[in-house]
């Protein structure tokens, strides 16, 4: 199933190289690694972390929940969270501004589990949850950039080049 992933994942580069709609195929890895967590994986906070980044990524991919995603993407990172075994809950003070604007609140609260997650990899010395937050991270200011307007928007499918081997290196540390 791994490989079936490598796979689409060069299909979907050469899509976004010939400006081909890749979402479809990118949301086949995503289900796919589902698909392989459910058959192979047994620890709980994963499949969680797959079935919520499942249900983000078709929320991003194909609706306007932009809202509904980035909290299904909290979600994930709070099962990294206690995959890591440590409780933070600094980040959930950013939903103060959520009367002001929720989707910068929520990206926010986002961004600061990212951070948190990434800090408590350094310490503790886990170096494959903080290549797979980094990566994460790395696809994230990208779309922030994106949303900013820093970036333009056609610069945004780079963000898969990060996402999609954070995914990848989740999966298959965790494999049997």
């Known amino acids: 199933m791994l490989f079936i992933n490598l ?11 010939l400006n081909i709609n890749s979402s479809y195929i ?10 392989y967590s459910i058959l192979y ?11 919520f980044s499942l249900i983000a990524d078709y929320l991003l991919l194909f609706t306007d929940y932009y809202i509904l995603g980035i909290i299904f993407f909290i979600l994930v990172q709070i099962q990294y969270m206690k995959l890591l075994s440590y409780q933070s809950y ?32 350094i310490k503790s010395k886990n170096t494959n949850m903080l290549m797979v937050i980094t990566l994460l991270l790395c696809c994230d200011i990208i779309i922030a950039l994106t949303y900013l307007k820093i970036l333009p928007p056609s610069l945004c499918k780079f963000s898969w080049l990060f996402y999609f081997p954070s995914q990848y290196l989740l999966i298959k540390k965790h494999s049997p």
């Not at 939903?95 to 990434?118: C, E, H, K, M, Q």
């Open 41 to 51: 994986l047994k620890n709980s906070f994963i499949l969680k972390a797959v079935f």
């Open 90 to 121: 600094l980040p959930w003070l950013f939903l103060i501004i959520i009367f002001i604007d929720s989707l910068i609140s929520l990206a926010l609260v986002y961004l600061f589990f990212s951070l948190t997650n990434l800090i408590y990899c």
């Open 26 to 35: 990118k949301w086949f890895t995503t289900l796919n690694n589902f698909i």
């Open 7 to 17: 796979m689409l994942f060069g299909l979907f580069i050469f899509f976004d190289i």
